[in-house]
């Protein structure tokens, strides 16, 4: 079975990001993948310190974290705008995991992965510009990045008290990015 982690590089509690990805992590779902959703500050990660690696080592959650990386055949990652790029917790915790431990090989936990991104936000552009810097991020580590790509704008707009999407068409294009990475992934194993 095809198996999919999902998460979003925010660490808000009501994050817009994590109820996009959720929606595309419901599509793989659909389309038979085994999904696993999980929330980036529920690892505690210090900052990224290569004096502290040497000193301390991994941290158990970052080796936790990249762990699930490893496990898992793809990612859906839906991340917050930030000036134009990707959250500092996002990036701390994709460095954590790159490090490479014993004698596995470099980026075992990117390398070989396919990924489906999107952004969120409450402006018009939806968090547009920080998907290029993702893009480039994942694909210079060793993940092949799906062309397709959603950036959802209003997004404030778009979720109703539980946080159910009120958009069908929103829906269905995440959902849809969620059933192609699961159809990549799967002509790639095959």
Excluded at 103 to 113: F, H, I, L, Q
Aim: charged share 25%; no cysteine; glycine share 8%.
């Amino acid at each position: 079975m095809i198996k999919i982690l999902a998460f979003a590089g925010s660490g808000r509690k009501d994050s817009v990001n994590k109820k996009v990805v959720a929606v595309a992590a419901k599509g793989a779902q659909e389309a038979g993948a085994e999904v696993t959703i999980i929330n980036l500050e529920d690892f505690d990660m210090p900052l990224f310190n290569e004096d502290l690696e040497a000193q301390q080592g991994m941290p158990a959650d970052a080796q936790k974290f990249k762990e699930l990386l490893i496990s898992h055949d793809g990612f859906l990652i839906s991340s917050p705008e930030y000036n134009s790029s990707y959250s500092a917790l996002f990036k701390n915790a994709i460095d954590w995991a790159s490090r490479q431990t014993g004698d596995e090989k470099p980026m075992v936990a990117y390398r070989g992965k396919v990924a489906a991104i999107m952004a969120a936000s409450p402006g018009a552009l939806g968090g547009m510009r920080v998907l290029v810097n993702l893009r480039m991020l994942l694909e210079n580590i060793g993940t092949m990045v799906l062309p397709t790509q959603k950036a959802v704008g209003g997004a404030f707009k778009l979720f109703d008290e539980q946080g159910n999407i009120n958009n069908e068409k929103t829906e269905k294009a995440l959902k849809n990015l969620g059933q192609q990475l699961v159809a990549t992934v799967t002509k790639l194993k095959n």
